[in-house]
């Protein structure tokens, strides 16, 4: 019958020792007294395939880090300002409050309070999101796994901080 002949590519790195030469043709006689089925398709130094492998990557996750820091910024940006548009338009009520003998800290934690739902429905649905589109994202990493429970958390606390301090300053200004 027809047999299917699979390619599994696999890199090997061979240290020579010094002064050889003409390791490529010694490495493609090895694979034929091996066998046809081993060919040696690409003989490179390994400072090529360290800035191919590793290097050239380095521009793309430049830009990704730009572009996430660039939406990070925007994300509290709109904290911020959905949170003091919120403190002003709430401005009489807390002062009335405020006449009737509640604590300045109670207005903090009312107006945190407020912004507690949004900020983590908006955290659950991005982490959700993040979870099932790894695939995507699984060429762009490097040494991590692409749905490793420690960078999610670690991010995840990250934003959450962020937006809490967002949310905060404003709240503090009540």
């Known amino acids: 019958g027809k047999e299917s002949i699979g390619r599994t590519p696999f890199a090997i790195f061979v240290r020579p020792a010094p002064g050889a030469s003409n390791l490529a043709s010694q490495l493609r006689e090895t694979a034929l007294r091996i066998g046809p089925k081993v060919v040696v398709d690409h003989v490179r130094p390994g400072s090529a395939f360290v800035s191919e492998e590793v290097m050239m990557p380095r521009p793309r996750m430049q830009l ?7 939406g990070l910024a925007m994300t509290l940006v709109g904290i911020f300002s959905v949170t003091s548009y919120a403190v002003v338009r709430r ?3 807390i002062g009335v409050r405020m006449a009737l003998g509640a604590r300045p800290g109670a207005a903090v934690a009312t107006i945190m309070r407020d912004a507690a739902w949004p900020i983590t429905l908006g955290l659950l649905a991005g982490v959700t999101g993040a ?4 695939r995507v994202m699984t ?3 490097f040494n991590t796994a692409p749905q490793d429970p420690a960078t999610f958390a670690a991010a995840s606390l990250l934003l959450l901080i962020a937006a809490l301090t967002a949310t905060w300053w404003p709240a503090r200004r009540a």
């Open 131 to 134: 979870y099932f589109l790894t």
């Open 91 to 93: 401005t009489r009520e």
């Open 139 to 141: 060429s762009f990493l």
């Open 64 to 70: 990704l880090t730009l572009v996430g820091a660039v």
